[in-house]
């Protein structure tokens, strides 16, 4: 029996559920520390923690409980190097477990876990639309002559003006609208940070994500709007999440990957409260009308 995209989906589906829902995944989020260059007590972990380089921070346990970094246990100070794509290293002591993050490598701050979390407990599952093939388009990547670092606007306002890297511009059609898109590397794959015509009263507000992967020669990638995810910050709002920029702004609803997350209470979370200002859809503009810069 061949495995058809309906099957695929639903297994992402499966293995999405599954990430969030882990010893240090998403729902577990429950504090976050700056990390300064003065030495500062972690309560939930047992250790001292204060800037080294941008390459991570220093940690030194305070008690005789076991501290380990990727399940090797430390005994004096030792660095804890920045977060990795594939979420190590992780600092960890009983029931807790800490990442050291930095959206640039200017600021850091311990981001704690928590296998008891709230969140875990309550969680019910992740509404996801049934899969659309019309959701899955061909793009073109207009690269940048050179690198570009991009001011961002992020869910904690503090985190505001934090820079990403922008290859080029992202051009699709979908829905019959046509749109030159920003989007930032990140491990390799480009993340479009996006908003359509049903962000805010079917799907997770302020928007979603999309990993895609990197061009061919020529520029094409392939786009799936079905894998469109909940960012972090729909499950914890501990974290800190990019918020799409005006030119990533759809007007027409795509209505294809994660809406929401749903809760046991019932609840399905359609917005994050810190964003203190609401969306504004610019006009959508088609094939025949031209393209939105």
Known sequence: MSVTEEDLHLEWQLQRALSVSGPA???????????SETPTACEQLGVEVWRASEDGVWVLPLSEQAVSI???????????????????????????????FS???????????????PNLTAFSGIDTWPYD?????????????????VPWTFTREADTGHTKRVPGILTVEVQGEVRDLVVFLDSGALVLVFADGATGSESYAPGRFLRIDPPSAEGFVDVDFNRAFVPP?????????????????????????????????????????????????????????????
């Open 25 to 35: 995944g998403n729902l577990a989020l429950v504090s976050y520390q700056p990390v």
């Open 70 to 100: 990727d399940g090797s246990e430390i005994v004096g100070k030792s660095m804890l190097t920045r977060l990795q794509s594939d979420g190590k290293p992780l600092l960890a002591s009983g029931r807790y477990s800490a990442d050291a």
């Open 103 to 117: 959206l640039g490598g200017t600021d850091f701050e311990l981001r704690i876990y928590d296998t008891e979390a």
């Open 133 to 149: 093939p019309a959701l899955a388009v061909r793009g073109h990547l207009q690269a940048h002559p050179g690198e570009e670092f």
């Open 233 to 293: 910050c729909g499950f914890s709002y501990f974290y800190s999440c990019p918020i799409p920029p005006p030119a990533n702004r759809f007007s027409v609803p795509i209505r294809g990957g994660e809406r929401a997350v749903v809760w046991k209470d019932g609840r399905t979370h359609l917005r994050i409260e810190q964003v203190d200002s609401p969306l504004v859809f610019s006009t959508p503009a088609t094939k025949d009308e031209g393209r939105q810069p």
